[in-house]
Each structure stands twice: as structure tokens, then as C-alpha cells.
């Protein structure tokens, strides 16, 4: 008897099944299924996957899929690789990495609240300092000057012509 890898493709070469034929049967990657044959384990996935991976290669060929499991185990440990531990925590560091992904997510809405908000305090504060200088007699008017006013009105004339010729 050889190792692991080899005698898995012997099996498949004597049922003459095709690692083509397994992909198209298993939707497991033919990248998977070449690393399993050649004891590659670093190219596994990891974790309760690689399992799958070998039952799944084991159904399509028609061999015992937890004799195959406790070998491929077995190879596994040997070949140096670390044990990935109990399925539970795999599962665990999904639903962990999940809930940092939606906390971080939280996060940035939260300062972009922050700074929406410092924006409309800074601008009412400005439109407050404004009138009340105008009515103090700070300022002629409460809008700044006309050269401020002409340079609003020609950006937003030619924001028009610019959204004009793109909508044309």
C-alpha cells in the first residue's frame, strides 16, 4: 500500500473516471482535487473543508468515504501539517470575523454621522454670525460681497453647461 495521494489517484485511474469528470460532479476545484493526489495539503482550503473535499472526491469515484476520511487524516497529521481543531471553532471565526466586519462598518457610519454633523453646526453657526452682523451693523449685508456672489453664479453656470452637454 503507498501514500495516501497515490493510492486516491490508482482508484481513480482504475474506475477510469477522469478529474474532469469529479469537478464537474463535486464542484470541487480541480486545483483542490490535483493537491489531494499529490499530497499537497498547504494547497487545501483548511479546516472541516478539506474533509468535505475528500468525501466528496470519494463519492464520485465510489469509494467508503470514512475509510478515506480516517486515511486522509491520517496523512494529514503525518505530513507535519497543524491539526485545524474542532470544526465548531472554524464556524466560531466566520460568525467573529463577520461581526468585525459589520462593527467596522458601524464605525465609519458612526464618524461620518460626526462629521455631517460638525458640518451643518459649522454652517448654521456661520448663517447665525451672519445675520446677527448684519442686523449689528457688522456687515452691509448678510450674503458676502458681490465678487464672492459673481464667482458662486459663474461655477454654477458652467456646473449647468457641464451637466448639460453630459445629459446631451
Known amino acids: 500500500m503507498g501514500s495516501f495521494g497515490e493510492d486516491l489517484r ?7 473516471i477522469a478529474l474532469e469528470d469529479i469537478t464537474a460532479v463535486t464542484k470541487i476545484s480541480q486545483h483542490h482535487l490535483v493537491a489531494l493526489e499529490q499530497e499537497r495539503f498547504r494547497l487545501l482550503p483548511g479546516g472541516i473543508l478539506n474533509k468535505g473535499i475528500v468525501r466528496g472526491y470519494a463519492s464520485a469515484v465510489g469509494l467508503d468515504q470514512q475509510d478515506w476520511t480516517d486515511r486522509f487524516m491520517r496523512a494529514y497529521q503525518a505530513s507535519g501539517q497543524p491539526d485545524d481543531g474542532d470544526w465548531t471553532t472554524f464556524a466560531s471565526n466566520v460568525g467573529k470575523a463577520r461581526l468585525q466586519q459589520r462593527e467596522a462598518a458601524e464605525f465609519r457610519l458612526r464618524w461620518l454621522g460626526v462629521v455631517l454633523l460638525l458640518a451643518l453646526v459649522t454652517a448654521l453657526g456661520y448663517v447665525a454670525v451672519r445675520i446677527y452682523g448684519a442686523k449689528a451693523g ?10 464672492v456672489g459673481e464667482t458662486v453664479g459663474t461655477w454654477v453656470s458652467s456646473a449647468r453647461a457641464w451637466v448639460g452637454k453630459l445629459l446631451a
Open 10 to 16: 490508482m482508484e481513480r485511474m482504475s474506475r477510469g
Open 138 to 147: 457688522w456687515w452691509p449685508t448678510v450674503i458676502p460681497s458681490n465678487h
